[in-house]
T-cell receptor
Framework: EPEVTQTPSHQVTQMGQEVILRCVPISNHLYFYWYRQILGQKVEFLVSFYNNEISEKSEIFDDQFSVERPDGSNFTLKIRSTKLEDSAMYFC???????????????FGPGTRLTVL | SQQGEEDPQALSIQEGENATMNCSYKTSINNLQWYRQNSGRGLVHLILIRSNEREKHSGRLRVTLDTSKKSSSLLITASRAADTASYFCAPADRGSTLGRLYFGRGTQLTVWP
């Protein structure tokens, strides 16, 4: 069964450094998402991406964050200058996007645990 | 916001018993999805129920949806220790075609052998 994959599984970085989290969505999917989960808290939406542009972003997704689909398979989340509070599990998700509706399943990757020291 | 709120926050049962978790949401939806998360791991999709469906089954899972009450329930029958996890409902807004999901704090299910 196709699945969303994410690399690395764990990333440790120093405060102020840039990090890039990588995701490979399911191959025929059209909508892509990033979510994060701070330890012990809810899963929070960051951004959605469709047709090579951001379609929606939350208030968390400030100028320090950016997303890119550099080729036909990868979807990346960049944090330019990491803060301590960026430490969290970051999940990528994708869905097929049938007929422009939301009546289809969103599949999540296993996550990247980001630790900012 | 349109987040799902799960109830109870924690549920502890013996193997073989049934587990019922409830979810409430605020506005009209296109669908509602249930996910499971084992501690420190990713979100595993369990089942999606569309707004025009009232009940859906998948193996030992049964999901109901009552749009008039803006609520859903997830029933796990004949539970196993391996079902121990956090369970989340995620409603998808009717007003959006973008599919953003809103998660609550989940129900932490513990199944004792």
């Amino acid at each position: 069964e196709p699945e969303v994959t994410q690399t690395p599984s764990h990333q440790v970085t120093q405060m102020g450094q840039e990090v890039i989290l990588r995701c490979v969505p399911i191959s025929n999917h059209l909508y892509f998402y990033w979510y994060r989960q701070i330890l012990g808290q809810k899963v929070e939406f960051l951004v959605s991406f469709y047709n090579n542009e951001i379609s929606e972003k939350s208030e968390i997704f400030d100028d320090q964050f950016s997303v890119e689909r550099p080729d036909g398979s990868n979807f990346t989340l960049k944090i330019r200058s990491t803060k301590l509070e960026d430490s969290a599990m970051y999940f990528c998700a994708s869905r097929r996007g049938l007929a422009g509706t939301t009546t289809d399943t969103q599949y999540f990757g296993p996550g990247t645990r980001l630790t900012v020291l | 916001s349109q987040q799902g709120e799960e109830d109870p926050q924690a549920l502890s049962i013996q193997e073989g018993e049934n587990a019922t978790m409830n979810c409430s949401y605020k506005t009209s939806i296109n669908n509602l999805q249930w996910y499971r998360q084992n501690s420190g791991r990713g979100l595993v999709h369990l089942i999606l129920i569309r707004s025009n469906e009232r009940e859906k089954h998948s193996g030992r899972l049964r999901v109901t949806l009552d749009t008039s009450k803006k609520s859903s329930s997830l029933l796990i029958t004949a539970s196993r220790a391996a079902d121990t996890a956090s369970y989340f409902c995620a409603p998808a807004d009717r007003g959006s075609t973008l599919g953003r999901l809103y998660f609550g704090r989940g129900t932490q299910l513990t199944v004792w052998p």
